[in-house]
């Protein structure tokens, strides 16, 4: 018999959970602002209006949702005023009545994360991580790495990670549960804050090589790279799907599934060995699909995607 894995701890999306504080970032988000009034012509340009105001206005991360790790979760509407953002504000966009602005300032926050801690920098300034808190209290790393003028962010889907790859930290963690889509979009909006708040080039790429297999968070990452390549929701901080890419140690259904759902991003497979007998050693859950099985599902997604073999194992 297999050994057992860890716990698996089902984390339900915000929107699912009584008295929880749901974000502008939560896919539940464009449905309430349609039940507040607002028209679903002007869901989209409300959005960016308020994208641009979180990341390049008055306030940025750093001062409302962020904070030290003492700070307590500011409630929606005490997030809201210290981003400068008012009832008065928000009617002023010309997209939402008095009262739907009202009931927005309330309901829905501009984070339902924030910084655990202040980021932390490397000496040459290249690279920096921070810690997000999500609103249960779990703790995810998201890196951002600058290079010339590519800056990219390394963004987290689950906390833990059930894969249990012997040369990671976050495969020996004994929790796992799924980030929801706007915890992962939440991370970007964080990166570019900062990025805007230091005067920095915005961020560009974003790969998913954080905590977590992403493709075991499959609707959670598709949601969430959809909102994030979406120039129609994000405006200008809409991320090139070129730009995003996907790193797996290799779940076979969902690499055949990614390839109709987000053709047009790019996949990273993680082998870590030649065998595979050494790498099931390295990577466990390797046992579950032979090496023939995960080089036909690769063999379909180049196919169907028109990427060349070579560009899918580069990580
Ligand atoms: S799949 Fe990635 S995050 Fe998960 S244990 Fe392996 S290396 Fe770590």
Redesign the pocket.
């Known amino acids: 018999m297999a050994p057992a894995g860890p716990k698996r701890l089902r984390r339900p999306a915000a929107s699912q959970e009584a008295g929880t504080q749901i974000s502008i970032w939560d896919a539940a988000a464009g449905g309430l602002l349609k039940e507040m009034g607002v028209k679903p012509s002007h869901v989209l340009p409300l959005m960016r209006a308020l994208v641009a105001h979180i990341i390049e206005g008055s306030g940025s991360c750093a001062k409302a949702p962020c904070g030290s790790e003492a700070a307590k979760q500011p409630s929606a509407e005490e997030a809201w005023a210290a981003l400068g953002v008012s009832e008065a504000s928000l009617v002023d966009l010309g997209f939402l009545p008095r009262k739907a602005a009202a009931e927005l300032l309330k309901t829905l926050a501009p984070f339902s994360t924030k910084l655990a801690a202040e980021p932390l920098m490397s000496a040459d300034g290249s690279t920096s991580k921070f810690l997000v808190e999500l609103r249960d209290g779990h703790k995810v790393e998201t890196v951002v790495m600058r290079h010339e003028q590519r800056t990219t962010i390394c963004v987290s889907s689950q906390v833990g990670?059930q894969?249990?790859?012997t040369f990671?930290a976050?495969?020996t963690l004994p929790v796992v549960g799924d980030l929801d889509a706007g915890e992962i979009v939440e991370q970007l909006i964080h990166a570019h804050a900062l990025e805007a708040k230091a005067g920095r080039p915005p961020v560009r790429n974003a790969v998913f090589m954080g905590?977590?297999?992403p493709l075991n968070n499959y609707n959670s990452v598709l949601s969430a790279t959809r909102t994030m390549t979406d120039v129609g929701h994000l405006g200008k901080f809409a991320l090139p799907p070129a730009r995003v890419t996907i790193s797996t140690?290799g779940i076979v259904p969902r690499i055949r599934q990614l390839a109709d759902d987000l053709p047009a991003v790019n996949l990273a497979l993680s082998l870590h060995a030649p065998t595979q007998e050494l790498r099931t050693k390295i990577?466990p859950a390797a046992r579950h699909h032979s090496m023939e099985e995960l080089m036909a599902a690769l063999d379909a997604y180049a196919a169907k995607c028109n990427k060349p073999m070579a560009h899918l194992l580069a990580k």
Do not use: L, R
């Open positions: 990670c894969m249990g790859c990671c976050t495969g905590m977590g297999e140690v990577v």
